[in-house]
């Protein structure tokens, strides 16, 4: 189910709030997992199988981690694992390069405070959901690019033909992160297992952030169960989170992501197409991914619960470093506390930083999607973070002005989001060479003018930059509410109802994640 | 990224849990907004209620019973030998009620219908912005989409583009198969084989021919435009040895010859004048690929009558009373008084899509009589045979061939040429998938038949329907499924068979009609008729077929028995 669909906003939503509230507190959990399953079913009633499967597997990873099978256990609470402060690494040998022989000695060599029950515990919480994901997500790109490495050697023989297709379940990448998120915390002694799996399933299938997030850490949660609570306050400002959501989706990014699509979709696009379609793709994404992110946290605060930010201005970075502060924080929070760090961060060396900084960025490429493009916009990323961090503080690029900072920074992004939108390799390079006006031409190139120069198009653009670069983000915004700002609040949700109940289905880029 | 988080530092739950707790909204204002937002949320809901019941309908979201798995479905998946597929058949069952449940909601609000009209004018009509299907060019043009993505996409015979729509399809779609070249290889080979030339007429979109209307970059264009695998199309084409008529090069020379449009410009298709330069062109080839007999001339006549309407792509745009209309000069053929009829003695078949029918088929708005058929009938100075379907120009007509070649019907006796008229934004889009014209045994229906002039009312049950098209969402107002029923119980009278396949409107005039809302297993009331009273009506109307191969039922025409 889409938030911003008739469906949603006036059957969905009001009779899941009416219920909550009719609800004591242990009810509204419990109805709260109901109705996000529900949620998460109506797109395809089998996945919900799926996530359920995955849940349980956490949920009985914390159990074990915190010896909760013992009977006698039940009378007391769950004991709080003391932190994992030092852990001996495997010796290091050129086989422990290797995944399953690394894995086995980590659970060989010796952890103070932690019994090899409980290393193995939080194994199968990560191997089954990144088994999940890994199948889920790459089985077709494995397929397509073996049958390509073995076309292209002239063994068609080996190729594997099979009419198999594996279907993508909506949201699967941030709920299995999000689901052993809570193993991980409970085996760094940062959060207490949960006895209740009601509260547990709630916690992983919460129906405002299970899609498209944010990723939220189960450590960060776990105290709202108990005094998570709604005021007039809270929920007015839900509403405020909500409304202006819901018209950065409708009315900002859905017009960019037409431009976008056109362009993209387009066999060969002019110069000043390239950029146009890049630049309302760069758009779209934010505002459809951050309106998603608003709205989210807009429904939370109406049931009570505080989701942390997700964006913050990202387009107003003079850096890539900065970027990174503020694009999908609750992603790059999650790869620097569950990646970057255990890998060594940067303690262990300068040159091992830059690898640890590549290899969080492919990985977090990855993560979005089976295809090089996904890999080489991580590298472009990665290799841009370590250029950075090579050239310090003093770097010419570090003193220019900072409004050419800005700008060279969205340029480096967008050329970025040109692998992340193209549809494949090919497609990327030539648009790539479209940007710097070496595109190849085609007769229908210069239809695309006519559709980009619609006062539409360009309206709904320069209000977008006018957002992005002049306005104060919606946490900013939102954080006192008069009369006036109320009004306008308003009258934005009407707008983007209307303009919604007018469009046909429009999915959020990030529900193929 | 930064790897260190000194232990003072808030996170960032912390850091939003403080902010929220640092809201500032008075109290008053916060009630107000909460009460305001749940007005908003439950009054449309609560005002589709009170409005369906007000004409005594249920309204469309009480539907709701066919979102859960049925007690045979469960059934099977406990018994069945397979209850993994039993699974997935059940899980696509529900999806596809899901994704109809979902829709007929949006699509029976009268709030919505209300702000459709309402919300266009400022986007479409202020702002330009069209919609999903139809984009604004220069001067009140119109133009649909297919058609622009068809010259702005890549080849269509790119390799990497074939592969990809042959992966494509959708949850309940199964993937295109992509390739023109070999469906029309497929026909030659099949008509070849008795005695018949195929000729192929891709008809270009009007942005081939007009696009200055849409970009004014082309002022100064000097030739139509095409996709880029258009030129290879046409020599592959001919190097398989099949004759084309290629109407672009005809239709950009008319057009400089005129020195006015040969396409309408609130409409998809060509004008009157642009239609008589293709069937000229057209008739130029037929006649190149077959000596055909002479035939005494038809005594057939001329009859301009003058056509106001305002076209397709503006009629999807739903501004109503806010597009132009536009007049046109169609020039009729009539027989003595009679408008022309399409004769299946000819020995010359047209298989076309809505090129074909507009100015022909009654229910396009822009007068009858007057088609692709008609004109080529005309230009070649004989009768024609003529089998159109507005949309899917890729296989539509073929189907419709195949359907009744299988029931031991040979329309293909006499025949020399068969002239395939479709647009060319289904070479890149289209369906081309290869149907084998096998001439089958008659056979007598094994369901229920009709004789011309019975009627009866029955009860049944449905067994699978075809889908219907959201209103707004192609480029015509009128739409049929067709759906197989079992289970028929005569309401006044004793039936011969139990079951029927039956063709039903599914849309008038951009609205749904009940049968649009139908789902498998529902029970309904109809009344029945033999579908050859209503052939030559409804034959051309676009439709989705149940595309099961299933020719033992003759379909019946069924109009439903609205019950409350």
């Not at chain 2, 494509?168 to 008509?191: I, N, T």
Request: aromatic content about 12%; charged content about 20%.
């Amino acid at each position: 189910m889409v938030f911003s669909s008739h469906i949603f906003f006036f059957y969905f939503l009001p009779l899941s709030l009416l219920a909550y509230y009719l609800l004591p507190r242990s009810g509204k959990h419990i109805l709260l997992t109901f109705v996000s399953y529900l949620f998460y079913g109506w797109a395809n009633p089998l996945f919900v199988v799926l996530m359920l499967v995955s849940s349980l597997i956490d949920y009985i990873a914390g159990l074990a981690q915190t010896g909760q099978f013992n009977r006698a256990a039940w009378s007391k609470p769950v004991p709080l694992l003391p932190p994992v402060n030092a852990s001996r690494r495997p010796a290091r040998r050129w086989y422990n390069w290797l995944l399953i022989p690394y894995v086995v000695a980590w659970l060989r060599c010796e952890t103070p405070g932690r019994t090899r029950q409980q290393k193995l515990a939080l194994l199968t919480s990560l191997a089954s959901n990144l088994a999940l994901l890994g199948f889920f997500k790459y089985f077709n790109f494995g397929i397509d690019s073996w049958n390509a490495i073995i076309t292209s050697a002239g063994w068609d023989a080996a190729r594997w033909d099979t009419l198999l297709r594996i279907t993508l379940p909506l949201g699967i990448s941030f709920y299995t992160f999000q689901s052993m998120s809570y193993a991980i915390d409970v085996y760094r002694g940062e959060a207490r297992a949960i006895r209740h799996l009601g509260d547990f399933l709630c916690y992983v299938a919460m129906f405002p952030q299970l899609v498209a997030g944010p990723i939220v850490r189960f450590q960060d949660i776990a105290d709202q169960f108990a005094t998570h609570r709604t005021t007039p306050a809270t929920f007015a400002r839900g509403v405020a989170f909500f409304s202006l959501g819901l018209g950065k989706k409708i009315l900002l990014a859905n017009p960019c992501g037409k431009v976008a699509d056109t362009m993209f979709d387009a066999g060969s696009v002019g110069f000043v197409d390239a950029w146009q379609g890049v630049v309302a793709y760069a758009f779209q994404i934010y505002f459809d991914f951050s309106a998603y992110s608003d709205m989210a946290i807009g429904l939370g605060l109406m049931m009570g619960w505080v989701f942390a930010k997700n964006f913050d201005s990202p387009y107003t970075s003079k850096s890539i470093t900065e970027f990174w502060r503020r694009w999908h924080l609750s992603l790059s929070t999650w790869l620097r506390d569950n990646l970057y760090i255990p890998l060594g961060g940067n303690k262990l060396g300068e040159s091992r930083t830059y690898i640890n900084l590549a290899l969080v960025m492919l990985l977090g490429g990855m993560w979005h999607g089976a295809s090089w493009n996904f890999i080489i916009w991580g590298a472009i990323h990665g290799g841009w973070l370590g250029i950075e961090r090579a050239l310090g503080k003093d770097s010419f690029y570090a003193k220019l002005p900072a409004f050419l900072r800005v700008l060279i920074t969205f340029v480096i992004v967008c050329f970025a989001w040109v692998f992340f939108r193209a549809r494949d390799l090919t497609s990327s390079l030539a648009y790539c060479q479209s940007m710097i006006g070496l595109g190849p031409q085609q007769d229908g190139m210069d239809l695309m003018t006519g559709l980009a120069t619609q006062p539409y198009f360009l309206i709904s653009m320069a209000i977008a930059a006018v957002v992005i670069w002049a306005c104060p983000q919606t946490w900013d915004f939102t954080r006192r509410i008069g009369w006036g700002k109320a009004l306008w609040i308003f009258l934005i949700l009407l707008l983007s109802l209307a303009v919604m109940e007018t469009q046909a289905f429009n999915p959020f880029i990030y529900f193929i994640f | 990224m930064s790897d260190t988080r000194p232990p003072e530092k808030l996170t960032r739950e912390q850091q939003a849990m403080r902010e929220i707790g640092a809201t500032m909204v008075s109290s008053r204002l916060a009630v107000a907004m909460t009460v305001l937002f749940c007005t908003v949320m439950v009054g449309v809901p609560l005002w589709e209620e009170f409005a369906a019941r007000r004409v005594g309908r249920t309204p469309q979201h009480w539907s709701v019973s066919n979102l859960v798995p049925t007690g045979a479905e469960i059934r099977t998946i406990v018994t069945s030998g397979s209850p993994w597929q039993a699974t997935l058949d059940a899980n696509s069952r529900i999806m596809r009620e899901i994704k109809a449940y979902e829709d007929g909601i949006k699509e029976d609000s009268t709030l919505v219908q209300a702000l459709i009209p309402i919300m266009q004018v400022p986007i479409s009509g202020w702002l330009r912005g069209g919609n999903e299907d139809a984009y604004f060019g220069h001067d009140g043009w119109i133009f649909y989409r297919r058609d622009i993505d068809h010259l702005t996409g890549r080849g269509f015979l790119d390799p990497v583009v074939l592969s990809e729509r042959a992966r494509s399809g959708g949850q309940f779609v199964h993937p295109p198969q992509p390739d023109p070249l070999l469906a029309m290889v497929h026909l030659h080979r099949q008509l070849a084989a008795r005695g018949i030339t195929l000729v192929v007429a891709p008809v270009p979109g009007k942005p081939s021919i007009h696009p200055e209307m849409f970009s004014s970059r082309y002022v100064d264009a000097q030739r139509p435009l095409a996709n880029p695998s258009y030129g290879e199309f046409l020599t592959r084409l001919r190097e398989a040895g099949i004759q084309c008529c290629d109407l672009a090069p005809v239709l950009w020379q008319e057009r400089r010859r005129l020195g006015r449009p040969v396409y309408l410009a609130t409409d998809t298709h060509w004008s009157p004048e642009g239609l008589e330069a293709g069937a000229l062109a057209i008739a130029a080839q037929v006649r190149l690929a077959a000596a055909l007999p002479p035939r005494p001339a038809g005594g057939w006549s001329n009859v301009p009558t003058l056509v106001t309407n305002v076209g397709d792509s503006g009629q999807q745009l739903r501004l109503q009373g806010r597009i132009a209309p536009e007049t046109v000069t169609v020039q009729s053929v009539e027989l003595a008084g009679r408008p022309w009829r399409s004769d299946s003695t000819a020995d010359v078949l047209l298989l076309g899509d809505s090129f074909a029918n507009i100015y022909s088929l009654a229910g396009m708005g822009w007068g009858e009589a007057g088609g692709l058929a008609e004109r080529l009938s005309l230009a070649l100075g004989r009768p024609v045979d003529a089998m159109l379907r507005n949309d899917a120009g890729s296989h539509a007509t073929r189907q419709m061939l195949a359907a009744e070649l299988a029931r031991g019907r040979d329309r293909l006796a006499g025949k020399r040429v068969v002239v395939w008229e479709f647009a060319t934004r289904e070479l890149s889009s289209g369906d081309w998938k290869l149907i084998d014209l096998v001439l089958g045994e008659t056979r007598p229906s094994t369901g229920l038949v009709l004789a011309a002039g019975e009627r009866i009312m029955v009860e049944a049950t449905i067994a699978t329907i075809s889908a219907a098209p959201r209103p707004g969402s192609v480029p015509y107002k009128d739409h049929l499924v067709e759906a197989r029923l079992v289970d028929l119980i005569g309401v006044d009278q004793r039936l011969a068979g139990t079951a029927a396949t039956v063709v039903l409107w599914s849309m008038r005039d951009n609205a749904w009609t009940a049968a649009a809302r139908w789902r498998v297993g529902e029970r309904v009331r109809l009344h029945l008729r033999s579908y050859d009273e209503v052939a030559r009506q409804l034959d051309a109307i676009n439709r989705s077929g149940l595309d099961d191969g299933n020719f033992d039922l003759d379909p019946l025409f069924a109009d439903p028995i609205t019950v409350e």
